[in-house]
Nanobody, 111 residues
Framework: QVHLVESGGGLVQPGGSLRLSCAAS????????MGWYRQAPGKQRELVAV???????RYADSVKGRCTISRDNAKNTVYLQMNSLKSEDTAVYYC?????WGQGTQVTVSS
């Protein structure tokens, strides 16, 4: 059984930074895509960033230039570095690898 565990969320002031991590445990033979999505209260889950198996990233327009997604294949881990955070970035952030999803980590941007 595969579990994805996110970490790194929390409360940060506007303009601050956070680094989210997501590690997979269990048996995943080959991880293709890895990514981060988020869901704010009352809104649908939306893409933040994804990275494919050759390391090519893709970002939502709302986070371009502020976020960087990276992966460590040896550790089955994906990261999301978020800078210049805004109040509208407040959401539960979920990682995904292949068909698996984590349980989410809360990011709150507030003064």
């Amino acid at each position: 059984q595969v579990h994805l565990v996110e970490s790194g969320g929390g409360l940060v002031q506007p303009g601050g930074s956070l680094r989210l991590s997501c590690a997979a445990s269990g048996s995943i033979l080959r991880i293709r895509g890895m990514g981060w999505y988020r869901q704010a209260p009352g809104k649908q889950r939306e893409l933040v960033a994804v990275i494919n198996s050759d390391g090519t990233p893709r970002y939502a327009d709302s986070v371009k230039g502020r976020c960087t997604i990276s992966r460590d294949n040896a550790k089955n881990t994906v990261y999301l570095q978020m800078n210049s955070l805004k109040s509208e970035d407040t959401a539960v952030y979920y990682c995904t690898m292949n068909e698996y999803w984590g349980q989410g980590t809360q990011v709150t941007v507030s003064s």
